[in-house]
């Protein structure tokens, strides 16, 4: 199944961004309609390809396309918005976890995606050990580290709750939309298509005149050396989500988004190699809870992966 190779490679590539993220970005791009801005700006570059790829899809498809592109612009003010005003201890894990869960769920109803016994059993270690790694106690260096970027505080966490929840959900009818999408049409085509209904989303944020101010004085802040890293690290993303787009295109739109605890796995790999060889940046729990947490969490993850090749 090339699809989870694919898919893996994705999750570590993202692994990778998040990381950068913190270390590369703290502070930078402070505010979250900017960063939303940037994400779907940047993402736009495909459009380079069109040339060669694109091909005219009909009205219906079109309109389609455009619809799901606008979708991953919202479901990431969303989720930012969730970051900023919640807790990251209950948010984190909201989203990671049931992310998965409305992908299968829309999956089923609308893709009529059928599982074997053992996908069934693989979607569920998956699923449990993607929990098992967002729910970290607060306290893990990792988590805490990464998340202090998005300028945290315990408050309206009930609102941040609903918000994450109308996040997780748009993620999972962005990502099945695609794969429906996909169903009829080429690959890169559909996928330039779908980036230019999250250009279209993310231009559109320039019209209100507080938003347009906002997001031009965060724009401001990228003028100096950090900027060459930041477009780097948006031009790596874009990599990574190339190939989970990919990966949606030729397997399973669910088992590619349970596949996102492979995500956190890495991330708690390449965080513990920093954390050994670079202990300034940072610190990781190894009290012996979060040590068998992790182990656990991870080999879950692992038979999981077992399952769905098998």
């Known amino acids: 199944m090339d699809w989870i190779i694919i898919a893996i490679a994705a999750y570590l590539i993202l692994a990778i961004v998040n990381l950068a993220d913190k270390f590369l970005l703290e502070n930078l791009v402070p505010s979250t309609k900017t960063y939303a801005f940037l994400v779907g700006v940047l993402g736009a570059i495909v459009v380079v390809l069109a040339p060669w790829f694109l091909e005219w899809p009909g009205f219906f498809l079109l309109l389609g396309n455009l619809i799901v592109g606008a979708l991953f612009p919202i479901a990431l003010l969303l989720l930012y ?4 005003i919640g807790d ?7 989203i990671g976890g049931m992310m998965p869960v409305f992908t299968i ?13 053992l996908q069934w059993l693989a979607l569920f270690l998956l699923l449990l050990g993607t929990v098992l790694l967002a729910w970290l106690p607060s306290g893990h260096s990792l988590w805490t580290k990464v998340l202090i970027w998005f300028g945290l505080v315990k408050q309206k966490n009930a609102i941040a709750i609903l918000t994450a929840l109308g996040a997780s959900f748009i993620f999972a ?10 169903l009829d049409q080429s ?8 980036r230019f209904g999250t250009l279209l989303f993310s231009l559109s944020l320039l019209i209100p005149k507080k938003i347009r101010a906002e997001i031009f004085k965060g724009l401001k802040r990228l003028k100096n050396k950090k900027s060459i ?6 031009g790596l993303a ?23 605890g492979v995500q956190y796995s890495f991330l708690l790999i390449l965080g513990g190699l920093i954390s050994v060889f670079y202990p300034k940046l940072l610190q990781e ?25 098998s």
């Open 187 to 194: 690959f890169f085509s559909a996928f330039i298509w779908i």
């Open 173 to 182: 009818v962005f990502f099945v939309g695609t794969k429906y999408l996909y």
């Open 238 to 260: 874009a990599v990574g989500f190339l190939l989970q787009n990919y990966a949606v295109f030729l397997g399973s739109v669910a088992l590619v988004s349970a596949l996102q």
């Open 229 to 234: 890293l930041f477009f780097g690290n948006q």
């Open 81 to 84: 918005h969730a970051l900023k």
């Open 88 to 94: 990251a201890s209950k948010i984190i894990p909201l």
């Open 285 to 309: 729990d190894i009290s012996k809870g979060v040590i068998i947490q992790k182990i656990v969490a991870v080999s879950l993850i692992s038979l999981g992966l077992y399952f769905i090749v």
């Open 105 to 117: 769920l829309l999956a089923l109803l609308f893709l009529g995606e059928v599982f074997t016994g």
